[in-house]
Every structure is written in C-alpha cells, then in structure tokens.
C-alpha cells in the first residue's frame, strides 16, 4: 500500500519534479547540451576570425580555407538550432512550467543569434548568444543543475 501512495505523489507532483526526457535518465544531459551550444558559437566566432583574415587573400588556397570556414560556420550554427528545437524546446521545455514563457524567450533568442552568425561574421552575434545561453541556464536549471554545469566546464 505504501508503494502505490508513494507512486500516486509522485504522478499528481509531476508538475514540480525537475523535468525528464523521453528515455532513461542518464542518456541526455542537460548541461551537456549547454556545453555543446556555447562550444559551438566559440567555433563560430573563430570562424568568423578566420573568414575576416582568409578574405583579404585572392591565392587559391586562402580562397579553399575561406570555404572551409564559411561551411563550418553554418554547419555549427545550424548544431545550436538544432539542440534548441529538438532537443530543448521538444522534450524539456514544459508548459507546466512556471518559468514557460521566459525559457521560450531565451530559447528564441538563441535561436535568433545562431542564425545571425549564419548571415554575417559581426562578432556580437556570438556575445549575444553566449548572453542568451547563460540567460537561459539561470532560468532552466535548479541549484543542482547549476552546480552540475559549473562541475562540467573545463
């Protein structure tokens, strides 16, 4: 008797537990993904770097790396969007959520500095989105999971 009232707390607190994804816990990590966002607007801004100073050279080879920046640069930017949309705004965003609204406002946000990055190389589009990430982090993690990232980052 005393599982099933345990069981019966935990399904009506739903709405108060830290939320969790589709399969087994252990498989997705949160703040992994954070990591991996703000690892890929570094890449991003060391392309933007690159393509600044691969641009001022007409040899063939400076054009080649040129290319090989601009693809990277997309191909990162279009990794953050990725995480965002499937990954938080699909399975760990809830409208449950106290803080809904300010999490898909900081998520749009992000969204909206990855895509900047793909049209241009202003730099402040990196600063902006790195902002919008640590925004997001203070909004989406509890205390544990805050701790958890300040843990993950080298």
Known sequence: MKKYLILLTILFASDIIYPHCQVPCGIYDD?????????????IKKAMKEINTLSKNTDGQSQNQ?????????????????????????QRVKDTNRRYEDQ??????ILVSAMKSKQSVNVKN?????????????????????????????
């Open 31 to 43: 703040a992994m993904r954070i990591i991996m966002i703000q690892e890929d607007f570094k890449t």
């Open 104 to 109: 898909l406002k900081s998520l749009h946000q």
């Open 66 to 90: 040129l290319n090989r920046w601009v693809v990277t640069k997309e191909e990162h930017s279009t990794k953050i969007q990725r995480v965002v949309s499937d990954y938080f705004l699909t």
């Open 126 to 154: 990196i600063e902006n989105g790195l902002k919008h990430i640590q925004d997001f982090t203070e909004i989406y993690f509890d205390e544990h999971g805050l701790d958890h990232l300040r843990k993950m980052k080298p």
